[in-house]
């Protein structure tokens, strides 16, 4: 079990609270400090059943800068979101083969 996880992030540390009340010890992934690989983004995508763009947190200031309003294909998605991982939408709780955007953070609840 993975948690991807920005401390700083209200919902994410929410998801963390419900994990360890249900007795889960998530492995963290501090996404921010270490980041993800292209190939990462794109098994996480998988696992999400969801296109690139869908993963992006368009509130960012990184994307109302740099992609907002623009055309993107879903490779230029996955290299945004390498470049700056703030773009990345959280928490993501993954659970053996299922994975979970945790917004709210009790959807987490639905893979554990």
Partial sequence: ?????????????????????????????????????????????????????????KNEKEFIENFKGKEMTESMWIKAMVKYPKLIQRPILINNDQAVIGRPPELILDII
């Fill in 1 to 57: 079990m993975i948690l991807y996880h920005n401390t700083r992030c209200r919902k994410s540390r929410e998801a963390l609270n419900i994990l360890e009340e249900n007795g889960r010890s998530p492995e963290i992934r501090e996404y921010l400090k270490e980041t993800l690989t292209a190939q990462e983004i794109k098994d996480l995508l998988v696992l999400l059943n969801i296109k690139a763009e869908k993963l992006i947190r």
